[in-house]
């Protein structure tokens, strides 16, 4: 089967600019997860989607960052206006709805440069 | 609340040589625990995994011990190979929910 694909896989905007970044999770995958991992540092959460609904966003690190899953199929994550800080990678992960028996999959990756 | 640290790389090894990456966690309850595998241009892995005390995970030729007392779970190898070299990241997990990662340790290994 298809595993996690992100893309894309590396980003270079400007301080200012807009970026989204898209997941597409393995079919029939209830759960989708963000995380990033910022300057070299801990891989931190960002957000979990149940299907299309956001079943925690505490790791949000701010109003500039907007999670969307339409149809409980893939997510993008937009960050707009971009800053310096939010350069780091940014990872995907889905699961099925029984966590615990199938694990998760984490996707490649989209390594976001901000300039 | 969750935390995770590991020792900071990276780690350069000869090859077959032993390999300890230290890693240690503060939990509210009662966690599993990971570790995470990331190889040049590829995602997150799992190498392997333990769900409760004195639980020892293996792949590979990789080890872990879920050491409640210590709350430790350090990752161990015997013989390492250049094909090891990656970024191997510790993380925890509560209810199966989120998961909480270390920093990352990258293992460098010479032929």
């Known amino acids: 089967e298809a595993g996690v694909t992100q893309f894309p896989s590396h980003s270079v905007i400007e301080k200012g600019q807009t970026v989204t970044l898209r997941c597409d999770p393995i079919?029939?995958?209830?759960?989708l997860y963000w995380y990033r991992r910022v300057m070299g540092k801990e891989i931190k959460f960002l957000l979990h989607?149940?299907?299309?609904?956001?079943?925690?966003e505490s790791g949000m690190p701010n109003n500039r960052f907007l999670a969307e899953r339409t149809g409980g199929t893939y997510s993008t994550l937009k960050v707009q206006p971009a800053e310096l800080e939010d350069s780091g990678v940014y990872f995907c992960?889905?699961?099925?709805?029984?966590?615990?028996?199938?694990?998760?999959?984490f996707g490649s990756g989209t390594r976001l440069t901000v300039v | 609340g969750n935390s995770v640290t590991q020792m900071e790389g990276p780690v350069t090894l000869s090859e077959e040589a032993f390999l300890t990456i230290n890693c240690t966690y503060t939990?509210?309850?009662?966690?599993?625990l990971f570790w995470y595998v990331q190889y040049p241009g590829e995602g997150l892995q799992l190498l392997l995994k333990?769900?409760?005390?004195?639980d020892k995970g293996s792949n590979k030729g990789f080890e872990a011990t879920y050491r409640k007392e210590t709350t430790s779970f350090h990752l161990e190898k015997g013989s390492v190979q250049v094909s090891d070299s990656a970024v191997y990241f510790c993380?925890?997990?509560?209810?199966?929910?989120?998961?909480?990662f270390g920093s990352g340790t990258k293992l460098n290994v010479k032929p």
């Open positions: 992960a889905s699961s099925p709805r029984d966590r615990v028996l199938y694990g998760y999959t």
């Open positions: 079919s029939g995958h209830d759960n």
């Open positions: 989607f149940v299907k299309e609904s956001k079943q925690d």
């Open positions: 939990a509210t309850g009662y966690p599993s």
């Open positions: 333990a769900t409760k005390a004195d």
């Open positions: 993380a925890l997990n509560e209810n199966f929910n989120k998961f909480y």
